[in-house]
């Protein structure tokens, strides 16, 4: 599956964003479609997944209760409304794919994820 991200951009700080990432085939029911970030300098970190029939979502602590993930199946495209976004939300956003769950203390495992899209940045003033 191919995946297509958007919606990045310069917002300050308390602002909302929109990020939309498109799949090239149905993945509605067969995928576990997630967002996972990485700042300047830093590892690649799980930011929220919402699981293949919509039904489970998970975030990372650090951003539970400003984020909120969603997929729409009719338009293959899973969405991350972020809001109240801080400096430290300033990173390239990815969006990916797994056919498999596998969620320990709920993280999953990164590794699962064997689709990726191109990155959308994100950049938040103080």
């Known amino acids: 599956v191919q995946l297509q991200a958007s919606g990045g951009g310069m917002v300050q700080s308390g602002g909302s964003l929109r990020l939309s990432c498109a799949a090239s085939?149905?993945?509605?029911?067969?995928?576990?479609l997630g967002w996972f970030r990485q700042a300047a300098g830093e590892e690649r970190e799980f930011v929220a997944i919402?699981?293949?029939?919509?039904?489970?979502?998970y975030y990372t602590d650090s951003v539970k209760g400003r984020f909120t993930i969603s997929r729409d199946a009719a338009k293959n495209t899973v969405y991350l409304q972020m809001n109240n976004l801080k400096p430290e939300d300033t990173a390239v956003y990815y969006c990916?794919?797994?056919?498999?769950?596998?969620?320990?203390?709920?993280?999953?495992?990164?590794?699962?994820?064997?689709?990726w899209g191109q990155g959308t940045l994100v950049t938040v003033s103080s």
């Open positions: 990916a794919a797994s056919s498999l769950l596998r969620v320990t203390k709920g993280v999953p495992v990164v590794d699962d994820f064997h689709s």
């Open positions: 085939i149905p993945t509605f029911g067969v995928y576990t």
């Open positions: 919402v699981t293949r029939r919509a039904d489970t979502t």
